[in-house]
């Protein structure tokens, strides 16, 4: 399994969202690397846990200054990340019935992944252009 890595393509020019998505980069690799070693059902259920945790806070966070800053994508971003919180809680669903098969580890190597890039590369970015155009900097 090839792990993600941050480079400076996928900088939406937001510190804090950049902090947020190497930090979520690092929990979709310790989630990944479980299942794909098959380590003890506990570990995998702890990283598959964080994971989500991190993807709600995350989530939270953009939506938060989304909605703060009169963001016009708001709608648009929040019904995206409602569909992955779906998804999310459907791969858990999946591991807490079936435990780990083909078909889960293919959605977290295979979705998962070219949804978080995708995410970053066109929506995020909207969000950090429209900051940088109306001179708005986060702080947390
Ligand atoms: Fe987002």
């Given at each position: 399994?090839?792990?993600?890595?941050?480079?400076?393509?996928?900088?939406?020019?937001?510190?804090?969202?950049?902090?947020?998505?190497?930090?979520?980069?690092?929990?979709?690799?310790?989630?990944?690397?479980?299942?794909h070693s098959m380590q003890g059902s506990a570990r995998i259920a702890s990283t598959l846990g964080f994971l989500i945790d991190y993807t709600e806070e995350h989530f939270a966070t953009e939506e938060k200054h989304m909605q703060e800053h009169a963001y016009p994508g708001y709608e648009d971003h929040r019904a995206i990340h409602q569909e992955l919180r779906r998804t999310l809680s459907g791969l858990v669903e999946d591991y807490e019935e079936d435990g780990v098969t083909n078909p889960l580890v293919d959605s977290i190597d295979t979705f998962l992944r070219n949804w978080l890039i995708n995410h970053i590369i066109e929506i995020d970015m909207k969000f950090g252009a429209y900051l940088e155009e109306e001179g708005i900097s986060l702080s947390e």
């Amino acid at each position: 399994m090839e792990k993600l890595q941050w480079n400076d393509n996928l900088s939406v020019g937001v510190e804090l969202i950049d902090s947020q998505h190497k930090k979520w980069i690092e929990y979709y690799n310790s989630a990944a690397g479980a299942l794909h070693s098959m380590q003890g059902s506990a570990r995998i259920a702890s990283t598959l846990g964080f994971l989500i945790d991190y993807t709600e806070e995350h989530f939270a966070t953009e939506e938060k200054h989304m909605q703060e800053h009169a963001y016009p994508g708001y709608e648009d971003h929040r019904a995206i990340h409602q569909e992955l919180r779906r998804t999310l809680s459907g791969l858990v669903e999946d591991y807490e019935e079936d435990g780990v098969t083909n078909p889960l580890v293919d959605s977290i190597d295979t979705f998962l992944r070219n949804w978080l890039i995708n995410h970053i590369i066109e929506i995020d970015m909207k969000f950090g252009a429209y900051l940088e155009e109306e001179g708005i900097s986060l702080s947390e």
